[in-house]
């Protein structure tokens, strides 16, 4: 899938072009009543694209219209690309999912669990279950985001600089070990919280690779896949076609621009980010989700073996548990109810318990500006939403997608 032209007759993919066509009609809504700026929708099916709506703006202000090479920040759509670029090295036996973490990052190798008390005057317990690599890609290794705000462990984060951001200037070296000398919120492999492992995930990359994250990320993948607008900026001479971010009004909910948290997107961070702070487009994420949904191969390039991918969407919780069942109730890219976890993904378990149509074993993630994508091996789908809203809890843009997409399947 080299562009986003449609060049095939929906129904012939088992899709009803009526039906999808409820998509726009739906999401328009949101940016005529001023709620979204602009959207980018697709679906495709067996590597087909059957539908594809732009309707908005990329910059509402100066009246530039979504278009096919419109660049967004995905946030933590980089998560799902840095699971992929730490696998290729998993697949060349450079690592074991029950390696311990601190093999790797030795400033790892002396940590504490926050038990109980208060910031102030916190009671710690040791490490009982050695951090693993696969809690770093299923979120299981105790670790939590500073914008939580729901443990003191969150403000021990927000006092070493981790709030919306990371410390200025620090590498990512200089990032781990500064997360490496904090406590844990519970012992790894007991609990799931959304957190930055992911990140830590991405100096393992570095650290085997010998490269930097986004160097091994544009060599392994963006290239092979001719993802030609993703990287952790976006270059000046791309500057154009980056869209403007927005936020909600406190007092109504309408859109209002954030050019303040947007322009970070334009300079190239000292640390490239495993849980975030990519650029992309449309048809590059597009590959990228194709990729996975044709088994680790798009057009012949072969990224993955079938067998990885099947097991990154696989359920990774222990008992096939969901995320309301081992999760903590926080702040997290996805539900909770009827939804586990995998290698860097959020995997359907439930979609009855979920209470959003979808298919037992479709996975995906989503980004902080309300970005989204997911693949469904059942159905061979894969459907994707870009816009630039901050944050992605602001409207139910995911679930309603998928209860969209679905509804117009009639095969």
């Known amino acids: 899938m080299s562009n986003l032209d449609i060049s095939v007759d929906p129904r012939d993919l088992g899709l009803d072009p009526t039906r999808l066509a409820r998509i726009e009609k739906h999401f328009s809504k949101y940016v005529d009543d001023g709620k979204l700026p602009g959207f980018h929708i697709t679906v495709s099916r067996a590597g087909q694209l059957a539908y594809s709506t732009k309707y908005g703006h990329a910059d509402v202000e100066n009246g530039k219209p979504i278009a096919d090479d419109t660049i967004y920040r995905i946030y933590s759509m980089t998560k799902p690309i840095c699971a992929v670029a730490a696998l290729l090295l998993w697949e060349e036996g450079l690592f074991e999912m029950h390696d311990q973490v601190k093999w790797f990052i030795p400033s790892f190798a002396d940590q504490k669990v926050f038990r109980s008390g208060t910031l102030t005057a916190p009671r710690f317990e040791p490490v009982t279950e050695p951090m693993e690599m696969w809690h770093l890609f299923s979120h299981t290794a105790g670790m939590t985001y500073g914008f939580v705000y729901a443990n003191p462990v969150d403000q021990m984060y927000r006092n070493a600089g981790f709030e919306w951001g990371t410390p200025r200037d620090a590498s990512l070296a200089d990032i781990c070990d500064i997360l490496g000398n904090l406590p844990l919120m519970f012992q790894p492999g007991t609990e799931w919280a959304y957190s930055m492992s992911i990140d830590v995930l991405g100096r393992v990359v570095e650290v085997l690779s010998g490269m ?188 309603q997608l998928k209860q969209l997409v679905h509804q117009s399947l009639i095969d």
């Not at 961070?269 to 990519?278: D, F, I, K, R």
């Open 212 to 399: 930097t994250l986004g160097e091994f990320m544009k060599k392994r993948i963006f290239e092979p896949l001719g993802m030609n607008d993703t990287a952790f900026h976006c270059e000046p001479d791309k500057a154009d076609r980056l869209a403007a971010l927005y936020v909600p009004n406190p007092a109504d909910k309408k859109r209002i621009r954030n050019d303040a948290a947007g322009a970070g997107a334009l300079n190239e961070p000292t640390a490239h980010l495993g849980g975030g702070g990519l650029v992309s487009t449309t048809s590059d994420y597009l590959k990228f989700a194709e990729m996975l949904r044709g088994g680790g191969q798009l057009n012949g390039t072969r990224i993955l073996s079938a067998r990885t991918v099947a097991f990154m969407a696989s359920n990774h919780l222990p008992n096939n548990a969901d995320l309301t069942e081992y999760g903590r109730p926080l702040f997290s890219e996805t539900t909770f109810d009827g939804v586990g976890f995998g290698l860097g993904v959020s995997v359907t378990v439930d979609p009855v318990k979920s209470k959003v149509s979808g298919s037992v074993g479709d996975y995906g993630w989503g980004g902080a500006a309300s970005t989204n994508f997911t693949v469904d091996p059942k159905e061979d789908l894969v459907y994707m939403v870009m816009t630039q809203l901050m944050p992605s809890s602001t409207w139910p843009i995911r679930s």
